[in-house]
Structure formats: C-alpha cells, structure tokens
Nanobody, 124 residues
Framework: QVQLVESGGGLVQAGGSLRLSCAAS????????MGWFRQAPGKEREFVAG????????LYADSVKGRFTISRDNAKNTVYLQMNSLKPEDTGVHYC?????????????????WGQGTQVTVSS
C-alpha cells in the first residue's frame, strides 16, 4: 500500500512559480512510477507529468513542457513538481499519483494510488 500526501499548492500570479511535494509512505515507493495530474473546475482530470522508477525517464504534457519539472528522491520517498512560468490555465487541484505499471503512462486509469490533492490557483 502506498499513501500519498501533496503539499505546496497556493495562489500565485501569472509568471510565478510553485513547487509541489508529494510525500509517500509504503514499502514499494521505489518501484512505483509517479505522476502528477490536475483537474480544473468542470473539467476532466488530466495528466501533467510522470517519472519512472529511478527517475531516468520523464514524460510531460505538451501544455507544461519546458515550464514544469518532475523529480523524485527515493531516499526521502518524495516526488516534486517544480512549476515555473505559471499560467491561469494551470489552475486546478493537483494530484499526486502512483502506478506499478512499466514505463510512464499518462492515463488516469493507469494509476491506482492517489493523494488528496492540493489547490493551485494562478491569477491573470
């Protein structure tokens, strides 16, 4: 069982930065692919970024590529999402998720572990 708790969300002006953290507990974190998703009001949950078991492979949604960086520290059981050059369309509840599937999937249904979410609001 992997339990995930996000933190670091908040209100920021367009062009600003935030760093989200996801603290994981459980025995299998190091063999778990991790991802970040976001959900805006009235919208479907969408993939933002993912990182493989050892951090060597990453995947980003086109909308955030070049602005966001996902990383992980297995020794600390923590995943991060550094968000720079934030835009109003980045607004939404951001969720940390985990999966034991091979590779870095980008589908909600591929992830079985979810955090409670942390709100990110970007003002224009």
């Amino acid at each position: 069982q992997v339990q995930l708790v996000e933190s670091g969300g908040g209100l920021v002006q367009a062009g600003g930065s935030l760093r989200l953290s996801c603290a994981a507990s459980g025995r299998t974190f190091s063999s778990t692919t991790m991802g970040w998703f976001r959900q805006a009001p009235g919208k479907e949950r969408e993939f933002v970024a993912g990182i493989g078991w050892i951090g060597g492979r990453t995947l980003y949604a086109d909308s955030v590529k070049g602005r966001f960086t996902i990383s992980r520290d297995n020794a600390k059981n923590t995943v991060y999402l550094q968000m720079n050059s934030l835009k109003p369309e980045d607004t939404g509840v951001h969720y940390c998720a985990g999966t034991r599937r091979v590779g870095v999937p980008n589908e909600v249904d591929d992830y079985g572990y979810w955090g409670q979410g942390t709100q990110v609001t970007v003002s224009s």
